[in-house]
């Protein structure tokens, strides 16, 4: 699928950082870095008035879920795609969602509200557009430990109306179970969603997998970068950024052989992965947090050993350094006065001082960090 920095999460993916729903990725470096491009280049269309988002995302403040149904069959039957509704639509208001639960403006609740409104609306769109599958078979999933399937559906559901048979595996698939569902279905390719870096490690094994099964992976999300800078890194024929995108890439019926095969410099982020439970113990002693902050510092610490496992993995540095940053925004709404993130990096580096490239990766973060430049 073409590079498009910045296109955000109308592609497989709807969210970026750990635990974060709907927020965008960052954004990365010169184009020649990134993998294959489809023809042309994504533009966003605004097929959909601006005023019709509005309304769509007051439909969502309210909880509204019948209010938010009507306005995008409304749009269907005014004319509007299945692209329009759901990539110009829905995917632009699930990006403000996930802004709105960054800074804090809107809780955790309002955040299921919103996008489970939002899962609401595709099943409806789904429903009112007819099966034309005359170009093949594709399978759609999520990494391991993804959790965040709303925008891979998106995608599922613009694919199938572009005329693909589209089977839909949801969030969070294990590489072994995908791969026997593939010698079992004989798919024409596999459409892999990636939200969060720090799932890298795992995207890269099931790509290898699939390879192995002789099935192209076509890879998407913020989760390879926001221009796919790390696809090829793990073996990906390509990567997309958009849901139309992944209609037109679906078109050239990738190669299982394209691009190098998933290899790594080092084992190092293989030792970071088995020292995560550590670097998380160690840091619940360091920070202290109230018994109520405990069990979501213990998930964000577990994804930044997960970020830096990535970074390593695909030897880049920047990867950990869009995170963090991404993570420290968080949690600065969730640890006011506190300088949580620093005290979090420099316990991991502790903890992995036997290892210099994952405390070099450290190091960087930290001098990254506002004010420590």
Do not use: K
């Amino acid at each position: 699928m073409t590079r498009v920095a910045r296109s955000g999460s109308d592609g497989p993916v709807a969210a970026a950082g750990a635990g974060g729903p709907g927020a965008e990725a960052g954004g990365g470096p010169a184009a020649e870095r990134g993998p294959v491009a489809a023809p042309g280049r994504e533009t966003t269309t605004g097929a959909v008035p601006a005023a019709a988002v509005e309304a769509y995302l007051e439909h969502l403040d309210r909880a509204d879920d019948s209010g938010a149904v009507r306005l995008a069959l409304g749009l269907l039957d005014a004319g509007h795609t299945v692209a329009d509704v759901l990539v110009d639509l829905v995917s632009v208001a699930q990006r403000e969602v996930g802004q709105r639960w960054l800074t804090g403006r809107w809780s955790v609740a309002q955040e299921h509200a919103a996008t489970h409104i939002a899962e609401t609306v595709v099943g409806a769109v789904a429903a009112r557009t007819p099966s034309r599958s005359r170009r093949g078979h594709v399978v759609m999933a999520c990494v391991e430990g993804e959790w965040h399937s709303l925008a891979a559906r998106i995608v599922a559901e613009v694919v199938r109306a572009d005329g693909w048979r589209v089977t839909f595996l949801g969030a969070s698939v294990p590489a072994r179970h995908l791969v026997s569902f593939l010698h079992q279905t004989g798919p024409d390719a596999v459409l892999l969603s990636c939200v969060q870096p720090s799932r890298l490690v795992r995207a890269a094994r099931v790509v290898e997998a699939c390879r192995a099964a002789g099935v192209a992976v076509v890879a998407g999300g913020p989760g390879f970068g926001a221009d796919g800078r790390w696809a090829p890194a793990v073996g990906a024929y390509a990567w997309g950024a958009s849901a139309r995108d992944a209609a037109r890439l679906l078109v050239r019926h990738p190669p299982v052989d394209a691009g190098a095969p998933p290899t790594a410099a080092t084992d190092e982020h293989v030792v970071v992965l088995r020292r995560r439970r550590e670097v998380v113990e160690a840091a619940l002693r360091a920070v202290d947090p109230p018994e109520r902050e405990v069990d979501a510092l213990a998930t964000s610490v577990a994804h930044l050993v997960d970020a830096l496992a990535a970074a390593l993995r695909v030897d880049d540095v920047d990867l950990l350094l869009d995170f963090t940053a991404w993570q420290s925004a968080a949690m600065a709404h969730r640890h006011a006065g506190r300088d949580v993130p620093e005290v979090v990096l420099a316990t991991c580096a502790a903890v992995l001082a036997a290892h210099p490239r994952g405390v070099a990766f450290v190091n960087a973060a930290r001098r990254a960090a506002p004010g420590r430049g």
